[in-house]
């Protein structure tokens, strides 16, 4: 089992920066690769960005790409999401998900989430 904690969502305003924790615990060995997603009121839940366990390879929505930066604190556990030039349209409850099967690009593991408004 792997756990994923959320967190450092909060209210901005545009134009600002947030900076989203996920913090795994459990069998992180077991961990290949993690994402971000959002899910906005009334849409779907749509990809952020992913990073690779192995090598820190990073990978973005075009909707984020430049605006938004992951990070990793390996003695932690955790990864980050920087996200700056933050727009009205980025507001959603994110959340991070981990992959343990390198088989399958499925994410198996799911944080609570963490509100992130932006305010115009």
């Known amino acids: 089992q792997v756990q994923l904690v959320e967190s450092g969502g909060g209210l901005v305003q545009a134009g600002g920066s947030l900076r989203l924790s996920c913090a795994a615990s459990?069998?992180?060995?077991?961990?290949?690769?993690m994402g971000w997603f959002r899910q906005a009121p009334g849409k779907e839940r749509e990809f952020v960005a992913h990073i690779r366990w192995s090598d820190g390879l990073t990978y973005y929505a075009d909707s984020v790409k430049g605006r938004f930066t992951i990070s990793s604190d390996n003695a932690k556990n955790t990864k980050y999401l920087q996200m700056n030039s933050l727009k009205p349209e980025d507001t959603a409850v994110y959340y991070c998900?981990?992959?343990?099967?390198?088989?399958?690009?499925?994410?198996?593991?799911w944080g609570q989430g963490t509100q992130v408004t932006v305010s115009s």
């Open positions: 998900a981990a992959q343990t099967r390198s088989w399958s690009r499925e994410y198996d593991y």
């Open positions: 459990g069998r992180t060995f077991s961990i290949y690769g």
